[in-house]
């Protein structure tokens, strides 16, 4: 029997809950929970949700609990990062995932597969005599879910390092103002050398999946801070064009906003121009069950802007995107 599974990812953008914040919950959970909604979603993930502390128990999704009362979610099943020392959520930049079935399975990545490369920083004040570990700032949620017809669907929900660049020690005037391009230069190829770490490991996981079934139903989605051509997205897709071994081609992941015209593909807007940062890439196999994909962008505003702070845009500055299959 055919059922329509919908699957979407969404940059809550530092969805919180501090006192005397501005906005403030409610305003943001008047403007984000319609958005939601209307994913209509049977799998959601979510990045870049923070955890708020309790008094005597351990840190909590209460902001995220706020966001979803009244809505579908409220009753699905749920997993979340949380850190590995005391076993609750994360302060701040949690993964989530949502399904309306039964979750089988998960567990969260970070140098479970690569081990973090060490690096000596050249430009830093005073320099550094010895290397250290670039260790990636979040992990990977990996999460198995039954599907209706008896099947199960893996999925990897990430958030790739954004492109601002690491400090480096001694090189920064303030938050905002670099001492040297050399600096700058130096904390930006730390940043690329994160991005693309986690990107690596996320395929070195793919493939451990693939190794185990071939023909598995996979998804990777959330905010890669890169675009489809970019390195990061490129090492996860694993084109034949990049390998050159048409034996992959089973391996190859394919990404759905590819079905939306090109001038309305995007998540994010900077600078009067729209990227293409947040992505739902799917294995071949998938794509015999796909019927469309949306991108939530119609009010979509420019982070770049002078005035566009949150207490006036309360809203994410990025847009979900949606997938759509008919399974059978």
């Known amino acids: 029997m055919k059922h329509t599974l919908r699957i979407a990812t969404f940059n809550l953008e530092n969805f919180d809950d501090k006192p005397r914040s501005s906005p403030t919950l409610a305003h943001r959970i008047a403007v984000m929970r319609p958005q939601i909604s209307r994913l209509n979603a049977d799998i959601l993930c979510l990045q870049e949700v923070h955890g708020q502390e309790t008094e005597g128990e351990p840190r909590k999704l209460l902001a995220l609990d706020q966001l979803l009362e009244g809505t579908q979610y409220i009753g699905y099943h749920r997993v979340s990062t949380t850190t590995m020392s005391s076993e609750e959520v994360y302060d701040v930049r949690n993964l989530v995932v949502l399904s309306r079935y039964d979750i089988l399975s998960y567990h969260q990545c970070k140098h479970d597969h690569i081990q973090a490369p060490e690096y000596r920083k050249v430009m830093a004040q005073p320099p550094e005599e010895e290397a250290s570990t670039v260790e990636w700032e979040r992990p990977i ?188």
Request: proline residues 4%; glycine residues 6%.
């Open 141 to 328: 949620l990996k999460v198995e879910i039954q599907l209706p017809d008896g099947q199960s669907i893996h999925v990897l929900n990430v958030h790739l390092k954004s492109k601002l660049p690491t400090t480096i020690k001694g090189q920064k005037k303030n938050t905002f103002t670099w001492k040297t391009v050399g600096g700058w230069a130096e904390g930006y190829f730390i940043s690329s050398m994160k991005r693309v770490g986690q990107a690596l490991e996320a395929r070195v996981v793919i493939d451990e999946i693939l190794d185990a079934d071939p023909n598995a139903y996979l998804v990777v989605c959330g905010d890669f801070n890169a675009e489809q051509n970019d390195v990061p997205v490129m090492a996860i897709r694993g084109d034949v064009e990049q390998t050159g071994n048409s034996d992959l081609v089973n391996r190859i992941l394919v990404p759905c906003e590819n079905g939306i015209p090109e001038s309305s593909r995007y998540s994010l807007f900077y600078r009067g121009k729209g990227q293409m940062i947040d992505h739902l890439l799917v294995t071949r196999n998938m794509l015999e069950f796909y019927t469309k994909a949306e991108i939530h962008n119609e009010v979509l505003h420019d982070e770049s802007i002078s005035n566009a702070t949150d207490k006036k845009f309360p809203e994410s500055d990025h847009a979900p995107v949606v997938a759509e299959f008919v399974m059978e």
